[in-house]
């Protein structure tokens, strides 16, 4: 049984935030309590504090490009970028409410309009050839 590709891309956010949550409990269960040194009043703690400035900066990075991997790759397989360059291939979608939708199809030469709807998907209108943009274009004149 194959998984559709909404619930694909759930599995991969859930792998991917528990790995990250992983990690962060690692880090901190890492951590050890060193022995506190007083501070004289006035004066900086051995080390001063580019060390730990620098050291908070980077994490910062590594946490926000790893949000950006992470919502990169939720943006590809929203957009269906793992259906490109197959036989099937989605030219354009538009929303027509909460639950219809219309689709582009490129099928090899021909192009094919569908409704999707909950009850299922219909075959609007079907384009052959090589001229199927400007015969889609004339058909949506047509339409208005």
Wanted: with cysteine; proline share 3%; net charge negative.
């Amino acid at each position: 049984m194959t998984a559709r590709p909404d619930e694909t891309m759930l599995r991969w956010t859930h792998l991917l935030t528990g790995l990250m949550l992983w990690g962060l409990i690692g880090a901190a269960s890492a951590e050890t309590v060193e022995a506190v040194e007083p501070v004289v009043s006035g004066a900086l703690a051995s080390g001063g504090l580019l060390g730990p400035a620098i050291r908070t900066s980077l994490s910062l990075v590594a946490v926000l490009a790893v949000l950006g991997a992470c919502a990169w790759f939720v943006q590809r397989m929203r957009n269906g970028g793992h259906l490109k360059g197959g036989l099937i291939e989605i030219v354009s979608g538009v929303s027509l409410g909460n639950r219809e939708k219309v689709v582009l199809l490129r099928i090899g030469e021909e192009q094919i309009v569908v409704g999707i709807s909950p009850s299922g998907m219909t075959s609007l209108h079907v384009i052959s050839g090589e001229s199927a943009k400007q015969a889609f274009s004339n058909y949506m004149e047509q339409a208005e």
